[in-house]
């Protein structure tokens, strides 16, 4: 039994950031695609972008066809995005058509037909040994037909001649109101369909992506978020970001020496960390200590500002005591600042990406992201953060998110739901006494690494933050501000107090010591008086005992000496 071998569908890759990611490597290579939207939506771009790319990454020459602008116009736009129509075209590379259907020329005779185009795009097709082509606006060339039965076969006929002659071709076309193209046909003879759209929400425009079919092919269905900017046409799929980034077990300090004792050592090195609080608790404070920290070390940092300018965060934070003009001057600091609500999401999206695809910073701050939501949809500004977060964890960037808690909302909560994506949360509170409000701070997660559970009274001094050890009062409640002072000054007078009377019992003691000393000197110079006398007494029995003895002897000699005599 033989078994027959399946070749799988060859993909052209288009260049266009993001669009190859959801399609598995571009368009199908050899057949035409279908590219509907409405004006302003990025048509046209998108095919020129196919086009420029596959010369100038590929090698591969291509046609790009304009039922609507001049070839001047076309090198105009395209200019603003750093293409040079000219240079291709020079080198033979590029064949720009401009076929002009204005309505005096749109004169039916008998049956129309596709004839004369045919012979121009083999021409150019020919001439320049083209593997790409692109019909932009291709709804005029269809404008003379009357009859759809004939305008669905010439389509037909059109996408088959691209396919006899192995051409990847993108067709782009405006969209119907109740179909996808204005005369519904079109997307069902093409095999690769994509749809653009750009609806205003709040008054900020927000383009949308989405892969319709895809013969031969799997594909994501969903809407991918787009933007068309200086770099040309980006999409931003949410599936593109991927949990396969590295990780590392290198900690890096806070800046805040007890902090990173409450961290067991600090924040891991590409890790996402997350401070949140009400207005006025300190979270900026913390994101300055951690850019001066890496600043120090010679690592780069970026912060994006979303409510203040950077000459008011460069002011604010020398009254902690943080000279971060110093790191701006030496290249290792740098500052974006932007309004959220001057352009949607993922404009903004796109201009962080750039600036840590340009700067590749080793630290990112974005204060506050609660600031995103303003007029935005929460889920949107999720989806948002989430891109946000794995670009950083892929590319091993640690990055601080401060965030705005509400008066009304528990501490354990932000508003725009990102606890669970960052790796340490730490939350600031301001705690009320005494008629009186203080700071307080407490680690909430930390993962990978084992972490205090205590929470922190910290002061903002002119030397930066300063975290104070756990304080309790008799009920075993926390003291913080005037009551933790009152406190300590309590607990100083209780030590002088306990140190005076151990000074005066020590002196007591001392005195019945030198009492003792005294006594038992006098016992020990009795006691050897009294030794003296005894070894006296000895002694002198011992000389009488002597004397006796040579006594007796001298009488027995005597004795001795006279019976002899006799």
């Known amino acids: 039994m033989t078994t027959m071998s399946v070749s799988q569908l060859q993909k052209c890759p288009t260049g266009i950031t993001g669009f190859d990611d959801i399609t598995g490597g571009g368009l199908p290579r050899g057949r035409p695609t279908l590219l509907a939207g409405h004006a302003g939506t990025g048509k046209t771009l998108f095919a020129l972008e196919f086009i420029l790319h596959g010369i100038e990454r590929h090698g591969e020459p291509g046609v790009f066809v304009s039922f609507e602008e001049t070839p001047a116009e076309i090198a105009i736009n395209v200019a603003s995005i750093g293409f040079d129509l000219a240079l291709h075209q020079l080198e033979n590379r590029l064949r720009v058509l401009h076929i002009d259907l204005g309505p005096d020329e749109l004169v039916e005779s008998g049956e129309y037909d596709l004839d004369g185009l045919f012979l121009r795009l083999g021409a150019a097709i020919d001439a320049t040994g083209a593997q790409r082509i692109a019909l932009d606006g291709v709804e005029n060339l269809f404008a003379a037909f009357d009859d759809l039965r004939i305008l669905r076969a010439e389509f037909r006929r059109l996408m088959c001649w691209f396919k006899d002659r192995n051409i990847t071709a993108v067709v782009t076309t405006e969209r119907g109101v109740a179909t996808i193209t204005r005369h519904g046909l079109e997307e069902y003879i093409a095999d690769c369909v994509v749809t653009l759209d750009q609806r205003v929400d709040d008054q900020i425009a927000t383009r949308r992506l989405r ?12 809407e991918c978020p787009f933007v068309l900017d200086r770099n040309g046409f980006i999409v931003m799929p949410l599936s593109s970001a991927g949990l396969d980034y590295p990780v590392s077990s290198e900690k890096l300090s806070t800046g805040i020496g007890s902090l990173d004792s409450m961290l067991v050592g600090g924040i891991f090195r590409g890790s996402s960390v997350l401070v949140s609080g009400r207005s006025g608790t300190g979270k900026s404070s913390i994101a300055a200590h951690l850019v001066n920290a890496a600043c120090a070390r010679g690592e780069r940092s970026l912060y994006v500002a979303l ?30 600042a932007a309004r959220p609500t001057a352009r949607g999401l993922e404009s903004h999206l796109v201009a962080l990406s750039g600036m840590v695809e340009e700067f590749t910073p080793q630290i990112v701050v974005i204060d506050p992201i609660t600031s995103l939501n303003s007029g935005q949809d929460s889920e949107r500004v999720k989806a948002m953060l989430i891109r946000a977060v794995d670009l950083f964890k892929s590319r091993g960037i640690t990055s601080l998110f401060t965030a705005l808690t509400a008066g009304d909302e528990a501490p354990e909560s932000t508003s725009v739901a990102v606890s669970s994506l960052v790796d340490v949360w730490l939350l600031l509170r301001n705690l009320e006494s005494t008629g009186e409000r203080t700071r307080a701070l407490y680690v909430c997660k930390a993962r990978g690494t084992a972490h205090s559970n205590q929470v922190r009274e910290f002061l903002l001094t002119t030397e930066g933050v300063r975290l104070v050890d756990v304080m309790l009062g008799a009920s075993g409640e926390i003291l913080t501000g005037s009551g933790r002072l009152m406190r300590e000054q309590q607990q100083t007078a209780e030590r002088v107090a306990s140190q005076a009377d151990a000074d005066q019992r020590r002196a007591i003691l001392e005195r019945r010591r030198r009492e003792l000393d005294a006594k038992i000197s006098a016992l020990r110079a009795e006691y050897e008086e009294e030794i003296d006398a005894l070894n006296a007494e000895i002694e002198q029995g011992h000389e009488l005992s002597s004397r006796k003895s040579s006594t007796l002897s001298a009488l027995a000699r005597v004795r001795g000496n006279t019976g002899s005599a006799e």
């Open 211 to 222: 892969i319709v079919k895809y013969r031969g092919s799997a594909h994501g269905s969903d």
């Open 307 to 336: 409510e203040e300018s950077p000459a008011q965060i460069l002011r604010n934070m020398s009254s902690i005591g943080f000279d971060l003009k110093q790191w701006v001057d030496a290249g290792l600091l740098r500052f974006h």
